[in-house]
């Protein structure tokens, strides 16, 4: 267990629609990841936040957005779904800021859109 | 071309053998991480390198910063260790994370 906890774990939708995804780092991490793997593409980087800023972003859709909250947890919001979002997003914390500590990954939430 | 290559993509081994898995990247890194990704789909970070050599049990994991190279070792590798192993570097000017493809090991008893 990595202490970072992602809910849900599964979710089901339909093209058009909108969800959030939550994550909680583990105890006194301040940076949260969110990362993407789809099948046809591998892992992808989306955003990183740091203490309740963006720290940097990848290959985020302007469809998706994320945030940090004052107790740290992050939720990644993703609207107007396509069949194409349908993957494993999985967020991650570490300690600081600056890329160069280990992360904590989440199980992950396997999203599907029908 | 992608910016972070491994090789090989596919590695087969018997139980106890030595395995190596490279990662070669062409921009300019602050840091490079090792993951393990099992069949179940959870992720675990193995290591993160800046520079020199790390070990930790039966791992090894090494990085050249002048040849824009990594290697992962594994000794005495057993079935458990099957997983996909996947690196990944951090941008030194964007921040940006960016993964290699992944290796899948499979070690037979």
């Known amino acids: 267990d990595s202490g970072v906890t992602q809910t849900p774990k599964h979710l089901i939708t339909a093209t058009g629609q909108r969800v959030t995804l939550r994550c909680s780092p583990r105890s006194g991490d301040l940076s949260v990841y969110w990362y993407q793997q789809s099948l046809d593409q591998g892992l992808q980087f989306l955003i990183q936040y740091y203490n309740g800023e963006e720290r940097a972003k990848g290959n985020i859709l302007e469809r998706f957005s994320a945030q940090q909250f004052p107790d740290l947890h992050s939720e990644l919001n993703l609207s107007s779904l396509e069949l194409g979002d349908s993957a494993l997003y999985f967020c991650a914390s570490s300690v600081g800021g600056n890329g160069g500590e280990r992360q904590f990954f989440g199980p992950g939430t396997r999203l599907t859109v029908l | 071309k992608n910016e972070v290559e491994q090789s090989p993509q596919n590695l087969t081994a018997q139980e106890g053998e030595f395995i190596t898995i490279n990662c070669s990247y062409s921009v300019g890194i602050s840091a490079l991480h090792w993951l393990q990704q099992h069949p179940g789909g959870g992720i675990v970070s193995l290591f993160m390198l800046s520079s020199g050599k790390k070990k930790h049990g039966r791992l090894i994991a090494t990085i050249n910063i002048q040849e824009k190279h990594s290697s992962l070792h594994i000794t005495a590798s057993h079935p458990r260790d099957s997983a996909v192993y996947i690196c990944?570097?951090?941008?030194?000017?964007?921040?940006?994370?960016?993964f290699g493809t992944g290796t899948r090991l499979q070690v037979f008893p």
């Open positions: 990944a570097v951090r941008s030194y000017n964007t921040d940006k994370l960016i």
